[in-house]
């Protein structure tokens, strides 16, 4: 089992070029960067790849139609992201035929680019696509118990499709330590159960988005509600929620998945 460490793009990456050798070092095994308008994925990434040297890093994720196929490889090689650390992370975005589309593009980046490729996924085709397809997948709003099940589905699909190349399984877990910090995290899983897939996920699990996340006073606490994730799934990513783009919200975070890894 790992735990990863994942960011919006919109973070400054100065902040990254600081906090970056704190993350490695905390024992994170991926550093994750989604890619959402206002920000770049890339540049965060690159600003974590040039003061670290064993962290893997990962796009989480990036919509297709964003960055198309045939765009990966110039993105990655401009932002020195072409070593062997570098997962593409890719989405369907809004496109039009989602399935034929994704699956293409796996095969397109894979092979211009040379590295692994997750596919974010939350329903079943697509989860199922990652799995015969893709290098991993990225799942998204789990309970520990869920996050287990969807493993344990990647796992059937890959044995009966006869793949047997390593494959990533990872969920991002959302974590707020603080009052207003948790306030963000019920704004940000509100906004989330507002989309209908979305809604039907939640519907399907029985719980609300934010049941799914951790909701912390204290660095402690926090590791608590990480632990269990740990224990049923490959690799959990400490998603940040933080009330201020500041040093010290981030380093709590670093410190509460730092303690989570010493306990399990």
Not at 29 to 55: E, K, M
Not at 125 to 137: S, Y
Not at 234 to 256: G, M, N, S, T
Request: glycine share 8%; aromatic share 8%; with cysteine.
């Amino acid at each position: 089992m790992t735990l990863g460490f994942g960011v919006t793009s919109t973070i400054d990456p100065a902040m990254i070029q600081r906090l970056g050798p704190r993350i490695e070092e905390a024992g994170f095994s991926i550093f994750w960067s989604n890619d959402i308008p206002g920000g770049s994925s890339f540049d965060v990434l690159a600003a974590c790849a040039g003061v670290t040297s064993t962290i893997k890093l990962a796009n989480g994720i990036v919509p297709i139609d964003r960055v198309p196929a045939a765009d990966w490889r110039d993105r990655l090689d401009r932002a020195g992201l072409l070593g062997d650390r570098m997962y593409a992370g890719i989405g369907s975005g809004k496109i039009a035929k989602p399935l034929d589309t994704m699956r293409e593009a796996v095969s397109v980046i894979r092979e211009e680019t040379g590295r692994p490729v997750v596919v974010g996924a939350l329903r079943t085709n697509m989860r199922r696509l990652a799995a015969e397809h893709a290098d991993g997948v990225l799942l998204n709003w789990l309970t520990p118990e869920f996050a287990s099940q969807r493993q344990q589905e990647m796992a059937e699909i890959r044995q009966h499709s006869g793949q047997t190349d390593p494959f990533l399984s990872a969920a991002f877990v959302r974590v707020a330590i603080g009052e207003r910090a948790i306030e963000r995290l019920r704004h940000e899983a509100s906004k989330y159960e507002s989309f209908p897939s979305y809604g039907k996920h939640f519907a399907e699990m029985g719980v609300s988005a934010f049941d799914t996340a951790v909701a912390a006073s204290t660095i402690e606490e926090a590791a608590d509600g990480l632990a269990p994730f740990l224990h049923k799934f490959d690799h959990p990513v400490l998603r940040c929620v933080v009330a201020e783009e500041d040093d010290d919200a981030y380093l709590q975070l670093i410190e509460a998945g730092k303690l989570t890894l010493t306990q399990v």
